[in-house]
């Protein structure tokens, strides 16, 4: 079965030239026929990695392609996600699956409202990549992807296929609380990157703060019948704080390239979530406003 790909960014790119690579069948799907040409001009997707840098001409084509999709990787940002998906509903075929490759949370639930027909697993991934170019994606660090469907336990056959392809993952039947306790470290991390102007290790010198937002993300993700999330949530944090400290985070490379962030499906579900368990998050509602207002002033959206 074919993977099409909506997103040719860097998660989306990595996972293409590693399923193309293996002898998969893999289809781009770009979002409109500039995009395509220069896509073409260029040969196809290439992958930095430590070893080597290749060249994969991965076929490609626009959303309006008449080809049927039985499968899709939908790797774009959260806060475009439904209208990607709008954009090639019609060509899915009843029981399509569809891959979610979205940080945060909020988008995976549109996407399954507007595609009543498709079962849509959801994913968090922890593999770092970044684009350097059109179509070049740099493969930065090894790391892993869990998958999982809160209506359907059962793992589909084709982990077979990630597994031929050297991606790194396990299916979960608790896929929910990866996505929270990931949306959790990228709250307590990602707008202090961005309000603090400094890489990850640059958040050891506001040890404070982040122990207080590490707090109310704990009594938040409890509120919400995370436990297994909450749990020793804080000692993560500094852990991971310490591993990726001479990282960039891809909030705070987001507003350096002047690119939407994707506030809107962590802080701003964050606190959704709250009001809606009527729980009081102070720190989390001021950073919100702080980042929001940074946002406004270098011109970028706030959802």
Known sequence: MTWHILGAGSLGGLWAARLA???LPVRLILRDRARLAGYRRLGGLTLVE????????????TPDDPEPIDRLLLACKAYD???AVASVAARLTPGAELILLQNGLGSQDAVAARLPRARCILASSTEGAFRDDNFRVVFAGQGFTWLGDPREPTAPAWLAELHAAGIPHQWTPDILARLWRKLALNCAINPL???HTCRNGGLAEHAAEVAGLCDELVELLRACGQDSAAEDLQ???ERVIQATAANYSSMYQDVAHGRRTEIGYL????????QRHDLSLPRLDELHRRLSAHLTRLGLPTR
């Open 50 to 61: 430590p070893e080597q840098t290749s060249l994969y001409p991965i076929p490609a084509q």
């Open 235 to 237: 000692a993560e944090v």
């Open 267 to 274: 802080l701003g579900h964050a606190l959704a979530e709250a």
């Open 21 to 23: 690579r293996t002898g």
């Open 81 to 83: 996600a439904e209208e």
């Open 193 to 195: 990157t961005v309000l």
